[in-house]
Every structure is written in structure tokens, then in C-alpha cells.
């Protein structure tokens, strides 16, 4: 599947766009809080001792049409690969995902090829993970999606224009 804004921004009130760095989700955020009027949310880690659960109830409960540019998903991939655990549990990631949905909402996983990714982040940033490194997190996105599925509708976009 390919990115398509206008289909999404017809159908979703809520949109998560959720993947691995460079991979194009602030692109197709500020796209759709530009183009479609929704109001784009950028999450970055939450600080230890923030409880991260109310913050992404909070957010999900702001009125208005949303896209976040990451969100709980992140915590549940990062969280066991950099620090050994998630801070969200499977029943809160569950009732996230099903707020999500309660708001005509969407889990849009953009992804590409780790090799497409690694050279995007290198041209990007100057730095990138291996492709070790990059296989781990696509295959912890996939695992987390696949699960997440169960409560909210879910989307895979191979976003290779991005990547």
C-alpha cells in the first residue's frame, strides 16, 4: 500500500503514524495538518517517572482531528530494545489502541526496507543504526503491530518514496 492522505483523511479522525526513524512520518504529518487541517502532535520520549499511560490517554482524548507523529506504539518497540522493557503494558496498550478506534481513528505503520532506511538516516543525519540494529527494530514494529491489530484497525505502508 501506498501513502494516501486524502483516502485517509476522508475516513480517519485519528491517525497514528508510527515506524522507525526516516521513514516518513513527520513528512506525512505536517502534510496532513497542512493540507486536511488536523492537528499534529510530535512525541518524543516521555521522561522517566511521567506517567506515560495518562499522557497518551490525554492526548488521545484532545478534541478536533489528530496525527501523531509517534505515539504509545514507539514505547512498546523501543522500550524492550533500548531499555529492556516497555513502560506500557499489553491491557494499556490495548485500551490505548481501543481509543484509537473509538475515535474513528487509525495505526498507520510506515516502513521500508532497512537498507532504505540506513541510507535515508546516513544522507539525513549523517549517522544511522546498522542494519543489524534496523532488522531488530522492523521486526519488533511488525510483532507490535500484529498485536495491536487485534484492537484497532491497522494499516502497513511501504513508504519507499520516503525511504
Same mark, same amino acid.
Given at each position: 500500500?501506498?501513502?494516501?492522505?486524502?483516502?485517509?483523511?476522508?475516513?480517519?479522525?485519528?491517525?497514528?503514524?508510527?515506524?522507525?526513524?526516516?521513514?516518513?512520518?513527520?513528512?506525512?504529518?505536517?502534510?496532513?495538518?497542512?493540507?486536511?487541517?488536523?492537528?499534529? /502532535? #510530535?512525541? +518524543?520520549?516521555? &521522561? !522517566?517517572?511521567?506517567?506515560?499511560?495518562?499522557?497518551? *490517554?490525554?492526548?488521545? $482524548?484532545?478534541?478536533?482531528?489528530?496525527?501523531?507523529?509517534?505515539?504509545?506504539?514507539?514505547?512498546?518497540?523501543?522500550?524492550?530494545?533500548?531499555?529492556?522493557?516497555?513502560?506500557?503494558?499489553?491491557?494499556?496498550?490495548?485500551?490505548?489502541?481501543?481509543?484509537?478506534?473509538?475515535?474513528?481513528?487509525?495505526? /498507520? #505503520?510506515? +516502513?521500508?526496507? &532497512? !537498507?532504505?532506511?540506513?541510507?535515508?538516516?546516513?544522507? *539525513?543525519?549523517?549517522? $544511522?543504526?546498522?542494519?543489524?540494529?534496523?532488522?531488530?527494530?522492523?521486526?519488533?514494529?511488525?510483532?507490535?503491530?500484529?498485536?495491536?491489530?487485534?484492537?484497532?484497525?491497522?494499516?502497513?505502508?511501504?513508504?519507499?518514496?520516503?525511504?
Amino acid at each position: 500500500m501506498t501513502p494516501d492522505l486524502a483516502t485517509w483523511a476522508d475516513r480517519y479522525e485519528v491517525i497514528v503514524l508510527e515506524g522507525g526513524d526516516g521513514v516518513g512520518k513527520t513528512t506525512h504529518a505536517t502534510a496532513l495538518a497542512a493540507t486536511y487541517g488536523y492537528q499534529r /502532535i #510530535h512525541a +518524543t520520549r516521555t &521522561p !522517566e517517572g511521567v506517567d506515560l499511560f495518562e499522557r497518551h *490517554r490525554t492526548v488521545l $482524548a484532545l478534541p478536533g482531528r489528530l496525527v501523531l507523529d509517534r505515539s504509545f506504539v514507539s514505547e512498546l518497540v523501543y522500550g524492550p530494545l533500548l531499555y529492556g522493557h516497555a513502560r506500557l503494558t499489553s491491557s494499556q496498550a490495548a485500551e490505548l489502541a481501543g481509543m484509537v478506534t473509538a475515535r474513528r481513528g487509525v495505526l /498507520i #505503520h510506515l +516502513t521500508a526496507r &532497512p !537498507e532504505q532506511i540506513r541510507a535515508r538516516l546516513l544522507a *539525513r543525519d549523517g549517522t $544511522a543504526p546498522t542494519l543489524d540494529q534496523l532488522h531488530r527494530l522492523t521486526s519488533r514494529y511488525l510483532t507490535v503491530f500484529a498485536d495491536l491489530a487485534r484492537h484497532a484497525t491497522v494499516l502497513t505502508v511501504a513508504n519507499v518514496e520516503a525511504a
